[in-house]
Nanobody, 117 residues
Framework: QVQLVESGGGLVQAGGSLRLSCAAS????????MSWYRRAQGKYRELVAS???????TYADSVKGRFTISTDNAKNTLHLQMNSLQPEDTAVYYC???????????WGQGTQVTVSS
């Protein structure tokens, strides 16, 4: 069973940057779609970014040009570089690993990102 642990969240002023990390208990790059989701207060979870087999990436329109998803294969780690943060980015950010072979999905516990005006 894949275990995911997010880190790197915190409080930052608008315009600032944060780098989130998701450490996996086993290899999750090859054969997986790795994603970052977020859930703002009072809202449902939404997809922020994803990367498939450590290659092709997708981004929500709201974060394009500001966020970058990447993987460190050797360390079994997923990253989300977040620049030009806005108050609207405030949310709990979750790491998700979805296995391509059977679409089995695993979630991390989430890390809080708070952006102040």
């Amino acid at each position: 069973q894949v275990q995911l642990v997010e880190s790197g969240g915190g409080l930052v002023q608008a315009g600032g940057s944060l780098r989130l990390s998701c450490a996996a208990s086993e290899t999750v790059i090859t054969g997986f779609v790795m994603s970052w989701y977020r859930r703002a207060q009072g809202k449902y979870r939404e997809l922020v970014a994803s990367i498939t087999n450590g290659g092709p990436t997708t981004y929500a329109d709201s974060v394009k040009g500001r966020f970058t998803i990447s993987t460190d294969n050797a360390k079994n780690t997923l990253h989300l570089q977040m620049n030009s943060l806005q108050p609207e980015d405030t949310a709990v950010y979750y790491c998700r690993a979805s296995r391509l072979s059977d679409l089995m999905t695993y979630w991390g516990q989430g890390t809080q990102v708070t952006v102040s005006s």
